[in-house]
C-alpha cells in the first residue's frame, strides 16, 4: 500500500506539470499557427505555351493550387482545436490530400521553365551520369516516365525520385495526391496527370501532353533537387 500510494504521489507530482505543460504548449502553437501560402511562378502564365497553354497555367495555380493551400490551412486550424484522438485521426485524410496537392504543385511549378529560361535543356552533371548509367540515356527515362504516366487510372502523378538508401533513381506513380515521400523517396521531378493539367488544351489525349511537357521540364532545378538530395 505504502509503495502503491508513493507510487500515486509520484503519479500526481508528475501528471501536474505534465498537463501545464502540454497546455502551455498547446496555447503557444495556436498563437503561432503556420500556414501556407499559394507560392508565385517564376515565370508567366503564357510562357510555357505551345506546350502547356496560359489558360490551363492561370487556372492550375490561381484556383487549383489555391484550393489546396486554403484546405490545407483550415485542416491545420481544425487540427489545432482537435482535442481527442478520434478527432486528430479524422483530420488526416485532409491533410493528406491537400498538404500533399500543395507540395506536389509546388515542385511541379518548379520542376518547368519557358524554353527561354533553359525549359527543355538537358540534364547536366551529376544527374546527367546517374540517368545515363541508370536508365541507358535521357530518351529511356523519357519513355519510361510517359508509359508510366499515361498508365495512371484516374488522378496521380507520375514522378523521377531517388531512393536514397539504395542511391538509385527510380520512376514512381502517386494516387490523388499522396505525396512521393509518402513512399519514403526523395522527389525530383513530378509530372501533373491530373485532367486539369491538361484537358482544356489536349483532351483525352494524355499521351500529347506528356510528350510534350518535356518540351519545359527544367532539367537544372531537377538536378539541383538530385544534388541537394
Ligand atoms: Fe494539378
Known sequence: MASSAAGIMRMGRQTAPTLVGWAQRRAMATATLHTER??????????????????????HHQKHHQTYVTNFNKALEQLESANDPQAIVALQSAIN?????????????????????????PPEGNLAKAIEAQFGGL?????????????????????????????????????????????GLVPLLGIDVWEHAYYLQYKNVKPDYLKNIWKVVNWSDVAKRFDSA
Not at 502523378?157 to 538508401?165: E, F, H, P, Q, T
Open 97 to 121: 490530400f491537400n498538404g500533399g496537392g500543395h507540395v506536389n504543385h509546388s515542385i511541379f511549378w518548379k520542376n518547368l521553365a519557358p524554353t527561354s529560361k533553359g525549359g527543355g535543356s
Open 139 to 183: 530518351d529511356k527515362v523519357i519513355a519510361k516516365m510517359n508509359a508510366a504516366g499515361a498508365g495512371v487510372q484516374g488522378s496521380g502523378w507520375v514522378w523521377l525520385g531517388l531512393n536514397k538508401d539504395l542511391k538509385r533513381l527510380t520512376v514512381e506513380t502517386t494516387a490523388n495526391q499522396d505525396a512521393l515521400v509518402s513512399k
Open 38 to 59: 499559394l507560392p508565385d511562378l517564376d515565370y508567366d502564365y503564357g510562357e510555357l505555351e505551345p506546350a502547356i497553354s496560359g489558360e490551363i497555367m492561370k487556372l
